[in-house]
């Protein structure tokens, strides 16, 4: 995880003659577990994109202000060198390897090795510890060999040391290219061979760079040595502090014509100006993460990337924000600075400190080269020091301290703790603000003595305090108890009347006012805004000049410089009002003091800022030129789902070349189940990627762009199908926003989304459309017709009621009709019931005849029984019951009988009564009963009955009686 060092640090005290600069930038840490590599990083460069890379133990490594990438080498060995040519190729160099890496259409970035255009015999070599371009030519510097890569024709040259001495340097310069070897030191390349250059002195030197001098010179930058000049083909040795020589230079960057960093083995880096005096120097002790720099780079922004033998680095060492630290070894919190008589005061939370200017104070102060000192007898807590009457004071948790000879003085002994002095206009008076009310300080041989015959009414701690010389009058602000109104005499010399404006003042709250003056006015910071006090009215009331500025903004703190720029703090952040605009700087958000905000703007160059670990410097003037614009980069594009699939991985191509934008004409089209897109996108302004916030719109579906905000990332999940263009902008902490970066994609409709489904809808609609027209013609001719019939019926029941009597006539007639078959049914029943119980009687009375038979053993009495069982057989087998039957049946049933006797003239008696039972719809057991059979003898009648109609299996028997007529 990325670590950011404690915004600054402290300063490194060098046991040398130069001092280091008190300023000290902003460092950030990147350790190694942090950013998923190695732990050494050799070298680094950076495209025209503002990606980064770096040469590193595990491989080739990319940032791009979010993400750290790592791409491995076929062979999983460790990138030593690394050259960014001007066709996008990343050309590198690790073990027995080297070639490029190179984007393909996807955005993924390949590899490609160059190894197969060396021959057979030069492939066996060991690391690549340098890239050069130079005349169309790829240099690669192995300790044996220097391989030349025509970039024309791509063919490799190799370049072998003289009798088996090795090579171990290799740079360009002012359109020349150097190497070195044991033998002939350092030696030039001219026509196609290297030549000794005349005059040098280094065979036996480490040469680790060189650095253009000037129009015409060169530093040469050894290990041991130190550094030398060199013109015209000599060399030169340039002064530098031993203690950089005796750390041993491992690696040179320039950072501008005036200025250079050197990175060495033991002792961090050192900053150098041409003459090679030392002016700053960056170690562990100050934010380095060790001391052993393999590798120095200046990006386009002018941050110094520090590739370390554990980690990285990156120093912002050209911002206008550094931090002033007076302690040696750790911050402290810093709350008050002043600037007097060429000295640089600081009130921390352990004493005052001071140092002297090297510097005019006109310029940079931070620059300064002289160590703090304490101000003796001070210790403790420091709230304020200001310069009123052209006295320095100090206001202490311990009382009222004034400079004198280089120490402070204590001036109001036994009073208790001072806050503020300011003083009153006219007079060389000066009041001050304390624990226990205020307190008068009047001029005494040069300096200034506690008024001992003012006395005041007032004893509440008065941390906030103006002057008010047109009325007399001290304003004084209490925490939560509102304002106080001190009415003086016109001489200041006795206290008149104390007033506690409170809300029925018009106060907005009694809580949080504080006092200030700005334009010479007195303003009051509240919770609901800037307030100021009516004086004919009695009453507070908004500020009609400072509502439009700062609204309802709850102001800490308020200051204004010479130049009429009101600078604020709000509770968390801090901000400058030019013009009636205010501009916040959010680099500091959150880093001053809370409850003890305090601005101190000396100057346009040096406007001093407390915060937890030290005085913060910032440099207006520096702050306001113009900078390089910030550049979003969009660093991934991939759906989302049950499978990942990365779209795009960071590089636009745009004619076989990476690209600042995407190809229209060339954008992915998806399948309709990826309906879920991630993307992920970065900056170049690296120093401050924390402070970067980003505003994105997903066109064709975002009606307006996001809010900013710092998120990097954005999901759009179940997109439905179309076209899509993905824009977002970054923007910096000055407020700067860049240009967009789109990237645009369709997602494919499904099958029934198409425009050919869609046509097949349409058919279908017009089919639907066709058979509803069909459907209602039909309907209608129904209706025609039905109405035609209810015509005709209307006409038939018209000739109906013509024909009424007659109907009637019939009607009464088959009334009578259906009597008669009613009456004859109920007579047939009748018969059949009687028939039916008959038959169960004389069955019931033969049974017990039969059964008593049985009992009797009298052989006369039993022949009697016989004669009477007889009787009653032959009365079952009587017919004239079944005439009657028939009879009646055949006037129900329509000679039903007689037809179907006319019919099948074989049926036998009991076939006709078998048939006349089934046409009454008697069931088999009926029957049988009836018939005076069992059942069986019933169904085998039937099965008969059958034969005898010829009916197939198919057709039932009681069907076919049914409809027999």
Not at 185 to 192: A, H, I, K, S
Not at 238 to 248: H, I, T
Not at 583 to 609: C, K, M, T, V
Not at 743 to 768: D, G, H, K, N, V
Request: some cysteine.
């Amino acid at each position: 995880m990325k670590k950011l060092s404690a915004c600054f640090f402290v300063l490194f005290p060098l046991l040398v003659a130069a001092q280091n600069i008190i300023g000290l930038p902003n460092t950030v840490n990147f350790s190694h577990k942090s950013i998923g590599a190695g732990a050494q990083t050799w070298q680094a460069a950076q495209d025209r994109f503002g990606t980064l890379y770096f040469a590193n133990n595990s491989g080739l490594l990319s940032y791009n202000g979010k993400e750290w990438k790592l791409y491995k080498l076929p062979n999983k060995t460790i990138v030593r060198s690394l050259l960014i040519a001007a066709d996008d190729k990343i050309y590198i160099g690790g073990q027995g390897e080297f070639g490029y890496f190179f984007p393909d259409q996807a955005g993924n970035l390949v590899y490609h090795s160059l190894v197969e255009q060396i021959r057979p015999e030069d492939r066996l070599f060991g690391d690549i510890w340098k890239i050069v371009l130079f005349e169309n030519c790829i240099f690669f510097r192995t300790y044996n060999k220097i391989y030349r890569l025509d970039l024309r024709n791509n063919k490799v040259t190799v370049f072998s040391t003289p009798h088996q001495s090795r090579w171990d340097f290799l740079e360009a310069g002012h359109g020349l290219l150097y190497a070195k070897n044991d033998e002939n030191g350092l030696v030039v390349f001219r026509d196609q061979q290297w030549q000794p250059l005349n005059g040098n002195d280094l065979k036996k030197s480490v040469i680790t760079s060189m650095l253009t001098f000037g129009r015409d010179s060169l530093l040469v930058v050894t290990l041991r040595e130190g550094i030398f000049l060199l013109r015209d083909n000599r060399l030169t040795p340039l002064p530098v502090n031993p203690l950089v020589k005796k750390a041993q230079i491992y690696t040179a960057c320039k950072i501008d014509e005036a200025s250079y960093a050197v990175g060495t083995v033991s002792g961090g880096v050192f900053f150098l100006d041409r003459s090679g005096a030392l002016l700053r120097h960056f170690s562990v002790n100050n934010g380095l993460q060790n001391n052993n720099v393999l590798a120095l780079f200046k990006d386009r922004r002018s941050a110094l990337w520090v590739g370390l033998d554990e980690g990285i680095d990156l120093i912002n060492y050209d911002a206008p924000l550094q931090l002033i630290s007076p302690d040696a070894k750790v911050p402290v919190a810093a709350y008050t600075a002043a600037v007097h008589e060429g000295n640089l005061y600081i009130g921390t939370s352990d004493g005052a400190y001071f140092t002297k200017l090297s510097v005019p104070e006109l310029a940079d102060q931070s620059f300064s080269q002289n160590e703090f000192q304490r101000l003796g007898p001070t210790a403790g807590q420091v709230w304020s020091i200001s310069t009123p009457a052209n006295q320095v004071l100090i206001g202490m948790n311990d009382g009222a301290f004034m400079v004198k000879n280089g120490r402070a003085q204590l001036l109001n002994n036994g009073i208790g703790g001072t806050w503020l002095y300011r003083t009153i206009p006219g007079q060389q008076k000066v009041v001050a603000g304390t624990y226990a009310g205020i307190e008068l300080f009047i001029p005494k041989n040069g300096g200034l003595r506690r008024d001992l015959s003012f006395k005041t009414t007032l004893k509440q701690s008065l941390r906030f305090i103006e002057t008010d010389s047109l009325h007399h009058t001290i304003w004084a602000s209490h925490p939560y108890r509102g304002i106080y109104r001190i009415r003086m005499d016109a001489g200041y010399e006795r206290e008149m009347a104390v007033d506690q404006l409170t809300t029925r003042e018009g106060l907005p709250s009694n809580n949080n006012n504080f006092v200030f003056k700005i334009d010479g006015n007195i303003v009051f910071a509240t919770e609901q805004g800037i307030y100021e006090w009516d004086d004919s009215g009695n009453r507070f009331r908004r500020s009609a000049r400072y509502q439009p500025v700062f609204g309802s903004l709850s102001i800490k703190f308020m200051t204004q410089d010479a130049a009429g720029r009101i600078w604020f703090a709000t509770e968390k952040r801090m901000g400058v009002a030019v013009h009636n605009k205010v501009h916040y700087f959010s680099e500091l958000d959150g880093q001053l003091i809370a409850g003890f905000e305090n601005i101190y703007p000396f100057n346009d160059r040096n406007i001093f800022i407390n915060s937890y670990k030290g005085i913060l410097h910032l440099n207006y003037e520096q702050y306001l030129r113009e900078q390089p614009g910030i550049a979003v980069l969009l660093s991934k594009v991939q759906t989302i789902g049950q499978n990942d699939s990365v779209l795009f991985n960071g590089y636009f191509m745009l004619k076989g070349r990476p690209a600042a934008r995407q190809d229209t004409e060339q954008f992915l089209k998806l399948l309709p189940r990826y309906r879920s897109v991630h993307f992920e996108f970065a900056a170049d302004d690296y120093a401050y990627a924390d402070k970067t916030q980003y505003s994105y719109q997903l066109k064709g579906f975002d009606e307006t762009a996001s809010l900013w905000s710092s998120k990097t990332d954005k999901d759009y999940t179940n997109l439905p199908y179309g076209r899509y263009t993905f824009e977002v902008r970054a923007m910096d902490h000055r407020g700067r926003i860049s240009a967009p970066v789109a990237y645009t994609f369709e997602i494919l409709p499904r099958w029934y989304q198409t425009w050919l489904a869609y046509s097949s809808y349409l058919l279908l609609l017009l089919l639907l459309f066709f058979l509803v027209h069909k459907i209602y013609q039909r309907r209608l001719r129904k209706q025609q017709q039905v109405y035609e019939y209810e015509q005709e019926q209307l006409r038939y029941i018209h000739e109906l009621e013509r024909d009424r009597s007659d109907k009637q006539i019939i009607q009464l007639q088959k009334e009578r009709l259906e009597t008669e078959v009613m009456y004859k049914n109920k007579e047939l029943a009748t018969t059949t019931m009687h028939l039916y119980k008959r038959g169960r009687l004389l069955g019931k009375i033969k049974e017990e005849v039969s059964d008593g038979i049985k009992k009797i053993s009298n052989h006369e009495e039993k022949k009697g029984f016989n004669k009477l069982l007889k009787l009653i057989m032959e009365e079952e087998k009587k017919e004239s019951d079944w005439n009657q039957f028939s009879i009646h049946f055949d006037q129900v049933h329509n000679n039903f009988l007689h037809k179907i006797k006319a019919a099948y003239p074989l049926l036998t008696p009991s076939d006709m009564k078998i048939c006349a039972y089934v046409k009454m719809n008697l069931s088999s057991k009926e029957i049988a009963q009836l018939l005076n059979i069992t059942l069986k003898g019933v169904e085998i009648a039937r099965y008969r009955l059958r034969k005898k109609f010829g009916l197939p299996q198919e057709v039932p028997l009681s069907g076919f009686i049914q409809e027999f007529s």
